[in-house]
């Protein structure tokens, strides 16, 4: 037994097969190691079930008492769920369990039973036990055990003392020897440990201090050593009633439910019986179905009205109805697995997951709801109305953090299911109903997904719709209402880069994690591994990835032991070519077939030689099959993983710390992980989100400090200006900005751009500055930061000059490259300051434009280039600039030509009714004043175009996001446990 989790299983299969008729006579041996406090209370349970074999006729067992040789990893373990660490806290804690147990076991009657396997190398400890034996006189019930190779001269006199010692080590073939390496490096790491004895062993004769140190350790166990029971570390029951007191203070992850306990393991095991018959949430599911125009009209203007007194409640008031809901989904963590399993497929250990971080979505929310209001320099204006609008793949998680995001920032909610997933939608909300949440304000409609869906969606009453699907489906929703305020996480096609530095074993695990955990049913599944230089020759790795998947039970998941469950409907389009068929090239390495004749069961598949540029290389496909591409280095596995139109999740797999560093600094994604798995973002601890057509609209990562900003309208903060001239406290860069254009700013405008550039320092160095890791925990970094974005900055005719002013030294502040397009002139001294060599922010067009040549431009998908016709070049700007007194006048009679005819004069292929496929890519435009409505009109609603059109602020924390991307970096820092310095160490 060499972890917890295998503790009580290992013992129940020891005994199992010892119990057939056949192996009655057979003495057989188990390990029980004392660094867990459960290890007194099995060898008891151990001797009472031998006393009972050998009553029978049969052979007594062997028991071997180690210390215990996997403590780091079970740290490691104890802090990413959030569970009691399973060992003692202390080694002389553990020193005193294992004279605790020998103590014990060296009686008459027990050892007749039970022959103990002294096993360890500190000599006081043998010395100890072998003096015990002797006077318990059961020396002929006793092994001493060494590890061979470990301490010969120590062996020796033992050896010699107590007439006889057992070597034991690991035996493996001689092809699969580096299979042990990790095996030996953790014993290795053990015995140099400054607690282990070891370290000391060949100092102890010469060197008095080590042996005072070792004989102090000696005394303080045995001084501490009792004849008590000691309990488990973990005790979590998830049959018993949840404690449901008040929340702590301060976030904190929820904890997954322990599968290593008995009474854990007994409670799901009634869940997915259960979950063959459910019908949960049916009754619910009928109530909300709407089936006519009239009715969804009275639902949608119910809500709104609900939102909008929901609305006027300070943040603190919709913190608490959220800490209330969050009671509930912990207090029915049991109904919503059990719905999940019986319509989603979900297997127990998809589902439990699942349900905390629906949990933690609600605790997390919460305290960000209540910082809304500390916002400085603006005024949040909730919106009315939200859809929400989640996939079925994640049928708990992304309703709820939908709903609930919704609910914190004073929004009503309409939660509109996905078909396949509707009744655990009713679940979710009759607990928030139950929770506190009036109905008025959370509506759960169920209806036809043609017309009144879109009748839904596109109704002007609706202020956001928070979407989790296909980009294909937030294209159709744009194409409804192009001015729909849509924030939507879309599709992912997800890449694991494999290096020669990388450790295989741990590859292959995480790799086989990441792409067929929900049975590739998730748009964050890695569905393409990348496998660098000498890494695509190894027999070894195809051998280890191939045993793996082919490992994997497939089931229904009413079956306990189901790893992988059913897809959900059976597979057509591009699923089932990439099921079924091969491109040229390609072969299959295991070739995915379908288990029943349901056509959802299916086995998972793997297919090699995928090449740049092919279907499979671009293409989402949401399924079990994973694809193997082979690169010549590191930039060029980077150059292909970036190649998609998608930028969700990466991974890595290198245990070089250059080759992280040029990596994390080049991926394109939202959401990295290196050494780890791809999949399962916790909220607050790694925030879920991606760059390029993986997200779209103005919104912010799901589960991270962002989301409810982003939902949010804001607004002015107006006041009086203060009197002061002073530039104290703004940053270098606004200064230069300040002072370029403070001839053609009133006092009041020089005030609003001078506070607003100090907020931007102070929510730099607060919030967006360097990286963040909140959770902190010493066995995986997971760092949040943000990178630079471009964005287009439009002044219109009605904006202000001073809000551009103020936006462009927040551009700087952030390092965002920038297009300024105006309608207005600018000031000269402006444009010198940004077109001079030393700019403080990069611009890379300037163009002086009227509202019809803008939405020109952007119908003709020419925002991001240059534009067709000249307005005068850098060298008149500048010449123009000398000669004006305070105003750049550009000769507005050249622009205004440019009109649709002369683009198409220009260029006859020009489309102007909306941009065509790939005209954008994830393009930002900040307004300023104008239309927003006619620009999305303009653009078509594309998705892949985000407009920020709200008032400009005062606040850096709010006017700094556009020019920001967000990337969550999650790397596992130890090494078997042990946490590795060059990975604390490592500038992410």
Same mark, same amino acid.
């Given at each position: 037994?060499?972890?917890?989790? $295998?503790?009580?299983?290992?013992?129940?299969?020891?005994?199992?097969?010892?119990?057939?008729?056949?192996?009655?006579?057979?003495?057989?041996?188990?390990?029980?190691?004392?660094?867990?406090?459960?290890?007194?209370?099995?060898?008891?349970?151990?001797?009472?079930?031998?006393?009972?074999?050998?009553?029978?006729?049969?052979?007594?067992?062997?028991?071997?008492?180690?210390?215990?040789?996997?403590?780091?990893?079970?740290?490691?373990?104890?802090?990413?769920?959030?569970?009691?660490?399973?060992?003692?806290?202390?080694?002389?804690?553990?020193?005193?369990?294992?004279?605790?147990?020998?103590?014990?076991?060296?009686?008459?009657?027990?050892?007749?039973?039970?022959?103990?396997?002294?096993?360890?190398?500190?000599?006081?400890?043998?010395?100890?036990?072998?003096?015990?034996?002797?006077?318990?006189?059961?020396?002929?019930?006793?092994?001493?055990?060494?590890?061979?190779?470990?301490?010969?001269?120590?062996?020796?006199?033992?050896?010699?003392?107590?007439?006889?010692?057992?070597?034991?080590?690991?035996?493996?073939?001689?092809?699969?020897? &580096?299979?042990?390496?990790?095996?030996?490096?953790?014993?290795?790491?053990?015995?140099?440990?400054?607690?282990?004895?070891?370290?000391?062993?060949?100092?102890?004769?010469?060197?008095?201090?080590?042996? +005072?140190?070792?004989?102090?350790?000696?005394?303080?166990?045995?001084?501490?050593?009792?004849?008590?029971?000691?309990?488990?570390?973990?005790?979590?029951?998830?049959?018993?009633?949840?404690?449901?007191?008040?929340?702590?203070?301060?976030?904190?992850?929820?904890?997954?439910?322990?599968?290593?306990?008995?009474?854990?393991?007994?409670?799901?095991?009634?869940?997915?019986?259960?979950?063959?018959?459910?019908?949960?949430?049916?009754?619910?599911?009928?109530?909300?179905?709407?089936?006519?125009?009239?009715?969804?009209?009275?639902?949608?203007?119910?809500?709104?009205?609900?939102?909008?007194?929901?609305?006027?409640?300070?943040?603190?008031?919709?913190?608490?109805?959220?800490?209330?809901?969050?009671?509930?989904?912990?207090?029915?963590?049991?109904?919503?697995?059990?719905?999940?399993?019986?319509?989603?497929?979900?297997?127990?250990?998809?589902?439990?997951?699942?349900?905390?971080?629906?949990?933690?979505?609600?605790?997390?929310?919460?305290?960000?709801?209540?910082?809304?209001?500390?916002?400085?320099?603006?005024?949040?204006?909730?919106?009315?109305?939200?859809?929400?609008?989640?996939?079925?793949?994640?049928?708990?998680?992304?309703?709820?953090?939908?709903?609930?995001?919704?609910?914190?920032?004073?929004?009503?909610?309409?939660?509109?299911?996905?078909?396949?997933?509707?009744?655990?939608?009713?679940?979710?909300?009759?607990?928030?109903?139950?929770?506190?949440?009036?109905?008025?304000?959370?509506?759960?409609?169920?209806?036809?997904?043609?017309?009144?869906?879109?009748?839904?969606?596109?109704?002007?009453?609706?202020?956001?719709?928070?979407?989790?699907?296909?980009?294909?489906?937030?294209?159709?929703?744009?194409?409804?209402?192009? +001015?729909?305020?849509?924030?939507?996480?879309?599709?992912?096609?997800?890449?694991?880069?494999?290096?020669?530095?990388? $450790?295989?074993?741990?590859?292959?695990?995480?790799?086989?994690?990441?792409?067929?955990?929900?049975?590739?049913?998730?748009?964050?599944?890695?569905?393409?591994?990348?496998?660098?230089?000498?890494?695509?020759?190894?027999?070894?790795?195809?051998?280890?990835?191939? $045993?793996?998947?082919?490992?994997?039970?497939?089931?229904?998941?009413?079956?306990?032991?189901?790893?992988?469950?059913?897809?959900?409907?059976?597979?057509?389009?591009?699923?089932?070519?990439?099921?079924?068929?091969?491109?040229?090239?390609?072969?299959?390495?295991?070739?995915?077939?379908?288990?029943?004749?349901?056509?959802?069961?299916?086995?998972?598949?793997?297919?090699?030689?995928?090449?740049?540029?092919?279907?499979?290389?671009?293409?989402?496909?949401?399924?079990?099959?994973?694809?193997?591409?082979?690169?010549?280095?590191?930039?060029?596995?980077?150059?292909?993983?970036?190649? =998609?139109?998608?930028?969700?999740?990466?991974?890595?797999?290198?245990?070089?710390?250059?080759?992280?560093?040029?990596?994390?600094?080049?991926?394109?994604?939202?959401?990295?992980?290196?050494?780890?798995?791809?999949?399962?973002?916790?909220?607050?601890?790694?925030?879920?989100?991606?760059?390029?057509?993986?997200?779209?609209?103005?919104?912010?990562?799901?589960?991270?400090?962002?989301?409810?900003?982003?939902?949010?309208?804001?607004?002015?903060?107006?006041?009086?200006?203060?009197?002061?001239?002073?530039?104290?406290?703004? #940053? &270098?860069?606004?200064?230069?900005?300040?002072?370029?254009?403070?001839?053609?700013?009133?006092?009041?405008?020089?005030?609003?751009?001078?506070?607003?550039?100090?907020?931007?320092?102070?929510?730099?160095?607060?919030?967006?500055?360097?990286?963040?890791?909140?959770?902190?925990?010493?066995?995986?970094?997971?760092?949040?930061?943000?990178? #630079?974005?471009?964005?287009?900055?439009?002044?219109?005719?009605?904006?202000?000059?001073?809000?551009?002013?103020?936006?462009?030294?927040?551009?700087?502040?952030?390092?965002?490259?920038?297009?300024?397009?105006?309608?207005?002139?600018?000031?000269?001294?402006?444009?010198?300051?940004?077109?001079?060599?030393?700019?403080?922010?990069?611009?890379?067009?300037?163009?002086?434009?009227?509202?019809?040549?803008?939405?020109?431009?952007?119908?003709?998908?020419?925002?991001?280039?240059?534009?067709?016709?000249?307005?005068?070049?850098?060298?008149?700007?500048?010449?123009?600039?000398?000669?004006?007194?305070?105003?750049?006048?550009?000769?507005?009679?050249?622009?205004?030509?440019?009109?649709?005819?002369?683009?198409?004069?220009?260029?006859?292929?020009?489309?102007?009714?909306?941009?065509?496929?790939?005209?954008?890519?994830?393009?930002? =435009?900040?307004?300023?004043?104008? $239309?927003?409505?006619?620009?999305?009109?303009?653009?078509?609603?594309?998705?892949?175009?985000?407009?920020?059109?709200?008032?400009?602020?005062?606040?850096?924390?709010?006017?700094?996001?556009?020019?920001?991307?967000?990337?969550?970096?999650?790397?596992?820092?130890?090494?078997?446990?042990?946490?590795?310095?060059?990975?604390?160490?490592?500038?992410?």
């Amino acid at each position: 037994m060499e972890e917890y989790h $295998d503790l009580d299983l290992t013992i129940d299969v020891f005994t199992r097969i010892l119990d057939t008729p056949s192996m009655l006579k057979l003495e057989a041996g188990i390990v029980l190691q004392a660094y867990l406090p459960d290890a007194l209370g099995a060898l008891q349970l151990l001797t009472e079930w031998s006393r009972a074999r050998v009553a029978r006729g049969g052979a007594p067992i062997k028991v071997r008492v180690v210390k215990g040789a996997n403590l780091a990893m079970e740290r490691v373990d104890a802090s990413l769920h959030g569970w009691p660490l399973a060992t003692w806290s202390s080694k002389v804690e553990t020193d005193t369990n294992y004279k605790r147990m020998l103590n014990w076991a060296l009686t008459l009657d027990n050892a007749a039973v039970v022959k103990i396997g002294i096993a360890g190398h500190n000599l006081f400890d043998v010395a100890y036990a072998w003096n015990l034996a002797k006077r318990r006189m059961v020396t002929g019930r006793v092994d001493f055990e060494m590890l061979l190779g470990m301490a010969t001269a120590q062996a020796a006199a033992v050896r010699a003392d107590v007439g006889q010692l057992l070597l034991y080590t690991p035996v493996v073939h001689p092809h699969e020897f &580096d299979s042990a390496i990790s095996y030996l490096v953790r014993r290795l790491e053990e015995n140099a440990s400054s607690e282990n004895f070891l370290s000391g062993a060949f100092d102890l004769a010469t060197d008095p201090e080590v042996f +005072d140190r070792e004989k102090s350790r000696f005394l303080a166990s045995l001084a501490a050593l009792d004849d008590r029971v000691p309990r488990p570390n973990r005790r979590q029951d998830r049959s018993r009633r949840l404690d449901l007191g008040a929340p702590t203070a301060g976030f904190v992850n929820a904890s997954d439910t322990d599968p290593s306990l008995e009474a854990n393991r007994t409670w799901g095991r009634k869940i997915l019986r259960r979950s063959a018959t459910s019908e949960l949430g049916i009754e619910t599911i009928d109530e909300a179905w709407v089936d006519d125009p009239g009715r969804l009209e009275e639902v949608v203007a119910g809500v709104a009205a609900a939102g909008v007194a929901w609305g006027r409640e300070d943040g603190a008031t919709r913190a608490e109805l959220l800490d209330l809901v969050g009671q509930g989904l912990a207090a029915h963590r049991a109904e919503l697995i059990e719905v999940m399993a019986s319509e989603t497929g979900k297997t127990i250990a998809e589902g439990d997951p699942e349900v905390s971080e629906a949990i933690d979505f609600a605790f997390y929310y919460a305290e960000q709801a209540r910082a809304l209001d500390r916002v400085e320099g603006a005024v949040a204006v909730p919106p009315r109305l939200t859809v929400v609008a989640p996939p079925w793949n994640f049928p708990v998680s992304i309703p709820v953090g939908g709903v609930l995001a919704a609910l914190a920032v004073g929004s009503g909610v309409i939660l509109k299911p996905a078909p396949q997933a509707h009744r655990s939608a009713a679940v979710i909300a009759e607990i928030l109903w139950k929770s506190g949440v009036p109905k008025s304000l959370l509506a759960l409609v169920d209806l036809d997904e043609g017309s009144l869906g879109r009748d839904l969606i596109a109704h002007p009453a609706v202020d956001r719709v928070i979407l989790t699907g296909s980009y294909d489906t937030a294209a159709l929703f744009r194409s409804w209402r192009p +001015d729909l305020p849509l924030h939507a996480e879309t599709s992912g096609k997800n890449a694991i880069v494999v290096t020669p530095s990388a $450790d295989l074993d741990l590859a292959v695990a995480d790799i086989v994690q990441s792409a067929f955990g929900h049975a590739g049913q998730k748009c964050s599944a890695a569905s393409l591994v990348i496998l660098v230089g000498s890494v695509a020759e190894s027999a070894r790795f195809r051998r280890q990835l191939v $045993d793996a998947v082919s490992s994997l039970r497939v089931g229904y998941p009413d079956v306990p032991t189901t790893r992988m469950g059913p897809l959900i409907d059976p597979p057509t389009g591009k699923l089932e070519r990439g099921l079924r068929t091969l491109a040229d090239g390609e072969s299959w390495l295991l070739k995915p077939a379908a288990l029943d004749d349901t056509d959802v069961l299916w086995s998972p598949g793997i297919r090699d030689g995928v090449t740049p540029g092919s279907e499979f290389h671009l293409t989402e496909y949401f399924g079990p099959v994973l694809g193997i591409m082979h690169a010549s280095s590191l930039s060029e596995a980077i150059e292909w993983q970036n190649a =998609v139109d998608y930028g969700l999740t990466a991974g890595l797999h290198a245990l070089d710390v250059d080759e992280i560093a040029t990596w994390s600094d080049a991926v394109q994604a939202g959401n990295l992980y290196v050494n780890r798995t791809t999949t399962g973002a916790i909220v607050q601890r790694q925030p879920f989100g991606g760059w390029k057509r993986s997200t779209v609209g103005t919104g912010a990562k799901a589960g991270g400090p962002n989301q409810l900003v982003g939902l949010t309208t804001w607004r002015r903060n107006n006041h009086e200006p203060t009197s002061s001239l002073s530039l104290h406290g703004v #940053p &270098d860069v606004g200064v230069r900005v300040i002072e370029a254009t403070r001839s053609v700013l009133s006092f009041g405008e020089f005030d609003f751009v001078r506070s607003g550039s100090a907020s931007d320092l102070r929510a730099w160095q607060d919030d967006y500055a360097g990286s963040r890791d909140p959770s902190a925990l010493e066995s995986e970094r997971n760092v949040f930061r943000y990178r #630079p974005h471009p964005v287009i900055l439009r002044l219109s005719t009605d904006g202000r000059m001073a809000d551009l002013v103020r936006l462009v030294a927040a551009a700087a502040v952030a390092g965002a490259p920038l297009s300024i397009s105006s309608a207005l002139p600018l000031p000269a001294t402006l444009v010198q300051l940004l077109r001079g060599a030393d700019s403080p922010v990069r611009v890379d067009e300037i163009t002086i434009e009227n509202e019809g040549l803008w939405l020109a431009r952007a119908s003709a998908g020419l925002l991001q280039g240059q534009v067709s016709a000249p307005v005068e070049d850098d060298l008149a700007l500048i010449e123009r600039a000398t000669r004006d007194s305070g105003l750049l006048q550009l000769g507005l009679q050249n622009t205004v030509a440019l009109d649709r005819a002369a683009l198409l004069e220009a260029d006859p292929t020009t489309r102007l009714d909306g941009p065509g496929p790939g005209v954008y890519r994830g393009l930002r =435009v900040r307004l300023i004043g104008g $239309d927003p409505a006619a620009l999305a009109r303009a653009v078509a609603g594309s998705p892949d175009v985000a407009i920020y059109a709200d008032e400009v602020t005062e606040s850096g924390r709010i006017e700094l996001l556009p020019f920001l991307h967000e990337q969550a970096v999650s790397l596992t820092a130890h090494r078997f446990g042990n946490p590795v310095a060059e990975l604390a160490a490592l500038r992410l």
